[in-house]
C-alpha cells in the first residue's frame, strides 16, 4: 500500500502507467539493474575522465598561479603618512 493511500490523499500517480522499472517503495528494480549493467564500466570510466580532466586543470591553473612574479604591481604605500596625504588629496578633488 503507498503512503498517499495510507494517509488518505488523493493519489495522482494512479492516474500515471507506474514505470517496471522501480519498486512500489520507488528503490530500482531488477530489470533496471539489468538495463544499466552494459554502461557501468563505460559510466564509470567516463566520469573518472572527467574527474581526471577537471584535477587536471586546478593543477594546472594552481601550479602557473604560483610561478607568476607580482613584482611590477602597484602597492599600496607602507607609510602611514603618505597614505593619509594619499587620501586627503583624493578627497579634496
Known sequence: MHLSQRLGMP???DRIKRSSYYN????QG?????ARS???VKN??????????????YAYTI??????DFADA????????ILKDTLRTK???
Open 63 to 68: 601550479r602557473a598561479i604560483k610561478s607568476d
Open 11 to 13: 493519489i495522482l500517480s
Open 30 to 34: 531488477q530489470s533496471l539493474i539489468r
Open 24 to 27: 512500489p517503495d520507488y528503490r
Open 44 to 57: 564509470a570510466i567516463t566520469g573518472l575522465a572527467l574527474v581526471g580532466f577537471v584535477i587536471g586543470i
Open 38 to 40: 552494459p554502461y557501468l
Open 91 to 93: 578627497g579634496s578633488s
Open 74 to 81: 602597484a602597492l599600496p604605500p607602507k607609510n602611514k603618512d
